[in-house]
């Protein structure tokens, strides 16, 4: 299974963006790249995905970079609520079975 | 809101004992997989099912078990329980026409 790598930590002032980095050097091409983050005493969420393009949704952006080597995840400006452990995941559906590395933990300082 | 629900919340057994842990998919839902999340780890993979049957397995020892039924509800049987097997238990569904999966918000066990 392809892995991935990422900061234990990060921090980030409230109402300011994050980028949080993920780095997967032996992705393969029918890996789509899946974000999730668990908030304190709950189960993981999904934040968004993608394979190629970089993509939007409500909750945040997906930059990959053109070798797909590594991608990160922008929170345009985050709350209180963003803090979480924030988990990059390689899935080639949605049905293998989820690996999770250690992800990062995000803090934001009010 | 993800529309995955467990029971119970929170759970206090004894060593040697056996517990039952459950989840409840979105209608529709026929994959469900379950996660053991020790503290201050990310969840490990335990098992998947597919409309009733297993079709995959992480490394786990078989006093794990699970069943699956129609109403898109499943368990999660863990039998002589050890102290390691405190922790979060997570469920997670999918859609057959889903890309993701929605993780419920697990049930806490302690195993004294």
């Known amino acids: 299974d392809a892995k991935t790598t990422q900061p234990n930590s990060m921090e980030s002032n409230e109402e300011e963006p994050v980028h949080l980095p993920c780095n997967h050097s032996?992705?393969?091409?029918?890996?789509?790249i899946h974000w999730y983050r668990q908030l304190p005493s709950q189960g993981p969420e999904y934040v968004i995905h993608?394979?190629?393009s970089n993509v939007n949704n409500r909750m945040a952006s997906l930059a990959i970079a053109e070798d797909r080597k590594s991608s990160t995840l922008i929170l345009h400006r985050a709350t209180l609520r963003d803090a979480a452990v924030y988990y990059c995941?390689?899935?080639?559906?949605?049905?293998?079975?989820?690996?999770f590395g250690p992800g990062t933990s995000l803090s934001v300082i009010p | 809101e993800t529309g995955v629900t467990q029971s119970p919340t929170h759970l206090i057994k004894t060593r040697g004992q056996q517990v039952t842990l459950r989840c409840s998919s979105q209608?529709?839902?026929?994959?469900v997989s379950w996660y053991q999340q020790a503290l201050g780890q990310g969840p490990q993979f335990i098992f998947q099912?597919?409309?009733?049957?297993?079709?995959g397995r992480g490394n786990f020892p078989p006093r794990f078990s699970g069943l699956q039924f129609p109403n898109y509800s499943s368990e999660l049987n863990v039998n002589a329980l050890e102290l390691d097997d405190s922790a979060l238990y997570l469920c997670?569904?999918?859609?057959?026409?889903?890309?993701?999966?929605?993780f419920g918000p697990g049930t806490r066990l302690t195993v004294l």
């Open positions: 209608s529709g839902h026929n994959t």
């Open positions: 997670a569904s999918i859609s057959d026409s889903g890309d993701t999966q929605y």
């Open positions: 099912y597919y409309r009733e049957e297993e079709n």
């Open positions: 995941i390689l899935l080639k559906t949605s049905y293998d079975k989820v690996i």
């Open positions: 993608g394979l190629t």
């Open positions: 032996t992705i393969s091409g029918t890996d789509y």
